[in-house]
């Protein structure tokens, strides 16, 4: 005899297998993508999932701050030619349990008491976009709010790195309330790739995918609840760029965000990674046959000067995170003194250093 309960369990099992198929799709196209984009790394399915990928900690002028990155479900996009950062994630869905015991593991078992009071700031990552509800649970998300809240009473600013589409309005709502409960106000900022402001590096050979009137209309989101934005940029992201040329592309971008920031009244920030050859990827192939080389560290230099009388602030990445390939890194012989002078910069935002 057919009863309600009969039904309800023949459609829970539906759901389930719906949802199981949907995680398989997922898969497959992420698969499909990196290899259609000429990537050959692989991911890494060998992680505990109760456990986040990488953590480190960071001295910008904002005061100490942990950057975590959790173990997910890979970026969905996955097509960005200079791009590994998949290669540290799964290909598989993790549920949302697993990144809760992964939010229970940083909060009792890697930070100190100590790091949990004095923390000022807050990255969030998964290496693709921890907005994007199909990689990173909306719970875990909640959960780690909570966490945050409860734990550590000084953070004021929580900084989210996501693409720009998976920004909805709800979302920033929550984000909002939910910020504004804890010790502390925290303010959110949210962290995109930007990575070149050249239409055509960006988008026709970087791959990137964001039409300018994208970010334009997040940068609106962001302005409505009074959020901060940080811009991922990458000096020389592709083959054929000369210094000088690389050193423009900053240049403009420093006066593209400089009239958003004017005009939006939005705290903007540049994080410019100078570019390495990522294992894995065309990049690596093209360097390795010598047709591509990491900027030199006096081009970024060169071009973080420009920045000098503009609203924006610029913190320069000096980490390849062990993503580079053998030799392929952006720091040579010789480059030790200005690697400690960026360092001062990035803690201090005196430009003076830079001359
Ligand atoms: S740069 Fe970001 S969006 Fe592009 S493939 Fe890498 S993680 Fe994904």
Redesign the pocket.
């Known amino acids: 005899m057919v009863t309600a309960n009969s039904i309800l369990t023949l459609f829970d099992a539906f759901e389930y297998t719906t949802s199981l198929q949907q995680d398989f799709n997922k898969k497959m196209d992420i698969e499909k993508k990196t290899r259609q984009f000429g990537k050959t790394y692989h991911f890494d399915d060998q992680h505990e999932a109760g456990k986040p990928a990488q953590y480190w900690f960071q001295n910008p002028p904002e005061g100490f701050t942990l950057f975590i990155v959790f173990y997910t479900m ?7 030619l200079g ?4 290669s540290k994630m799964s290909k598989d869905h993790i549920p949302f349990d697993r990144i809760m015991a992964q939010v229970d593991y940083l909060f009792h078992s890697i930070l100190t008491e100590e790091q949990k009071r004095d923390l000022k700031k807050i990255i969030l990552s998964n ?3 921890i907005l994007d509800e199909a990689t990173f649970s909306t719970t875990a998300l909640i959960y780690f709010i909570a966490n945050m809240n409860l734990y550590c009473p000084n953070v004021s600013l929580l900084c989210m790195e996501t ?1 720009p589409e998976y920004i909805d309005w709800h979302e920033l709502e929550f984000l909002s309330t939910a910020l504004k409960e804890g010790h502390c106000d925290t303010e959110l900022e949210i962290a995109i ?1 930007f ?1 070149a402001y050249d239409d055509a590096i960006r988008n026709d050979h970087f ?2 995918g964001m039409p300018l009137e994208i970010f334009e209309s997040m940068v609106m989101k962001l302005v409505t609840y009074g959020f901060k934005l940080k811009t991922y940029f990458m000096m020389k992201p592709v083959p054929g760029i000369s210094e000088e040329d690389g050193i423009k592309d900053i240049i403009d971008a420093i006066d593209y965000l400089n009239g958003i920031s004017e005009k939006h009244s939005i705290d903007i920030n540049m994080h410019l990674n100078p570019t390495y050859a990522a294992v894995g990827t065309e990049l690596e192939k093209l360097f390795l046959k010598g047709e591509y080389s990491p900027p030199l560290l006096d081009s970024v230099r060169k071009a973080v000067l420009h920045a000098k009388d503009s609203g924006i602030s610029i913190y320069v990445g000096l980490d390849d995170e062990g993503l580079a390939a053998p030799g392929g890194g952006f720091i040579r012989k010789g480059d030790k003194k200005l690697v400690k002078t960026f360092e001062e910069f990035n803690a201090t935002q005196d430009f003076s250093l830079l001359f």
């Open positions: 890979a970026c969905r996009w996955s097509k960005c791009c590994n950062l998949p290496n693709g976009s693409r790739g990575e791959q990137k």
